[in-house]
């Protein structure tokens, strides 16, 4: 790989990125059974992934869940239906923006410091020095990474949307006055386990897969430099994103 | 040159015809050489002419434009993957910048390449650790983290970890780098007593040709992409070729040039030819 940012079309060079993304992830899958040797490695990753992202996720699915109470009590006061309130924050949490916002959050602190990481292990030759003692770095280093985000990710999206419910309830009941017994009823009677929740807990474990691969992907071939290392970060939350809005649009479109 | 088909039937690495470019810049334009088994072999030669690089291909870390390698019997460019590292295994390899594991403390880097491959005893892991650890003289810092090492006590750390499975080939990149002089003597005869006890064979990249005259069995002197010169540490160092006696005597005119190749030197710093 070059150091050099290869200059050409941007359509051209989006299809390049995702082919070269297609056979990473066909790479790190070949490597998966592998890594099961290093099981412990992936434990590890899980409780480094999620307990470096909790605390922003806690605040934000607070905040929104704040936001989402207020907004919604207002709007559905006009059509006197704030009794609604619960069923319609716990359906959008659960099917959408849990999901997608904690992937967002998540792309932006783990994924960032993830290809920081392996970045850096490039630039200082420690993934050559893992090849020289017949460690394959997809197994040891990029497998593990990869199943921590997909085992992470549903657990801080479920925390997202606790967080984010108990926000609107302290809006819509404990300040402007809703009934709690409905908020809970209603929401309760409504959102259904397979169909709602279940749908969110597939979707975040197929964002936590997207965001570590592309993480781990920069990381892996950046430009073995502090330069291509920052570039590399960037890049890792811009085409992680990109890539989490626009199979959020498939998978709803058509699997759900 | 080529080395004569008595030593090349016991070579441990054998090179023939390698040919290497990278970017623009050839490295390697038909360079032959053979790494007897258990000796002590030096590279050398000037910056930047690919020293690291021949290592690399030596170690299937690096494919050469073409050329071939034999490393043990095994010709690199069949072997696949597994059989990459099988080789690997039994090969210990110094990097020139250390490359220790930062995430790792020294004991756990050292002790990397057992957990990797052998199923042991924790008690026997952290025998034969310290015992390597003793051996370069750190076992007192076996719990510090690669962060808190300086640059020569990371160099002797990997080079704890290069030998810590005893392999059948050392490849050492530049051993030693920021040693002080007591450090740079336990080295040496670390590399000296590691050949001659364990019947390894070894590989040295160096500068230094004091240190290297006193361990090397055989010196090659690469430059310009090909070998220039080859033989024993006293034979070179007389200087009978315009290349050892340059390279040697550290002069800057001869056939190795100090310079990466540059535009003339004038026109860069924008005089044109003709005007005072
Ligand atoms: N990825 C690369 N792309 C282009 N050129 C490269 C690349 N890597 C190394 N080179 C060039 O290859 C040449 C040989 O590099 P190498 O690291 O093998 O030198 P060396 O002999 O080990 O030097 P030193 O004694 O300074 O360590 C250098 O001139 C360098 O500019
Ligand atoms: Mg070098």
Redesign the interface.
């Known amino acids: 790989m070059s150091d050099k940012p290869v200059r050409g079309s941007l359509i051209g060079d989006g299809l390049a990125q995702v082919g070269a993304l297609a056979l990473f992830l066909l790479q790190v899958l070949a490597a998966l059974p592998r890594s099961l040797r290093h099981f412990t490695e992936t434990i590890r990753q899980i409780f480094f992934v999620g307990a470096m992202s909790l605390i922003i996720i806690m605040t934000c699915g607070l905040f929104i869940g704040l936001v989402l109470g207020l907004q919604l009590y207002e709007v559905l006061s006009r059509f006197g239906s704030t009794a609604s309130v619960g069923t319609v924050v716990a359906i959008a949490l659960y099917r959408e923006l849990g999901p997608v916002v904690t992937a967002l959050l998540f792309a932006g602190r783990a994924g960032t410091s993830i290809t920081a990481e392996i970045g850096l292990m490039r630039a200082t030759d420690q993934l050559a020095a893992m090849e020289m003692m017949a460690v394959d770095p997809l197994a040891y280093v990029v497998a593990p990474r990869f199943l921590a985000g997909i085992i992470a990710m549903p657990l801080l999206a479920s925390i997202f949307n606790a967080l984010a419910i108990f926000g609107a309830h302290l809006v819509a009941v404990s300040w402007l006055g809703l009934d709690n017994g409905t908020f809970w009823s209603n929401m309760t009677g409504a959102v259904d386990v397979w169909t709602d929740v279940m749908n969110g807990v597939w979707k975040s474990a197929v964002f936590g897969g997207v965001v570590t691969l592309v993480a781990t992907f920069q990381g892996y071939s950046t430009a073995p430099t502090s330069e291509g290392v920052a570039y590399a970060t960037t890049r890792t939350v811009v085409y992680s994103s990109i890539l989490t809005l626009a199979i959020d649009f498939l998978m709803t479109a058509f699997l759900m | 040159m080529n080395a004569d088909s008595a030593s090349s039937t016991d070579a441990l690495v054998r090179i023939r015809g390698l040919r290497t470019r990278l970017g623009a810049k050839v490295i390697f334009d038909g360079v032959d050489l053979d790494i007897p088994r258990g000796r002590i072999t030096a590279i050398m030669g000037p910056s930047g002419t690919g020293k690291t690089t021949l290592l690399r291909h030596m170690?299937g870390?690096l494919v050469p434009d073409a050329g071939e390698i034999v490393v043990d019997g095994q010709n690199l460019a069949q072997l696949d993957?597994n059989g990459l590292?099988?080789l690997?295994?039994r090969?210990g390899?110094l990097?020139q910048?250390s490359?220790?594991?930062?995430d790792f403390s020294v004991f756990e880097n050292v002790a990397?390449?057992l957990r990797?491959?052998a199923r042991l005893p924790e008690e026997l892991i952290r025998n034969i650790v310290l015992l390597k650890l003793q051996a370069v003289g750190l076992r007192g810092a076996a719990d510090l983290m690669p962060a808190e090492l300086s640059g020569g006590m990371a160099r002797r750390v990997a080079l704890a970890r290069a030998i810590v499975r005893d392999p059948m080939l050392l490849i050492y990149d530049e051993p030693f780098v920021g040693l002080d002089p007591i450090a740079l003597n336990q080295v040496l005869k670390l590399i000296r007593v590691l050949n001659a006890t364990l019947g390894l064979t070894s590989i040295v990249v160096a500068h230094e040709l004091s240190a290297v005259s006193r361990v090397a069995d055989q010196i090659y002197l690469i430059a310009a992409g090909k070998i220039a010169a080859h033989g024993q540490p006293q034979e070179l160092v007389r200087g009978e070729t315009d290349w050892t006696r340059q390279f040697f005597g550290g002069e800057a005119d001869g056939p190795v040039p100090f310079h990466y190749p540059a535009r003339d030197y004038a026109a860069d710093l924008g005089f044109t030819k003709g005007r005072a």
């Open positions: 170690t870390q993957r590292f099988d690997r295994e090969i390899y990097f910048n490359a220790l594991l930062t990397f390449p990797q491959h």
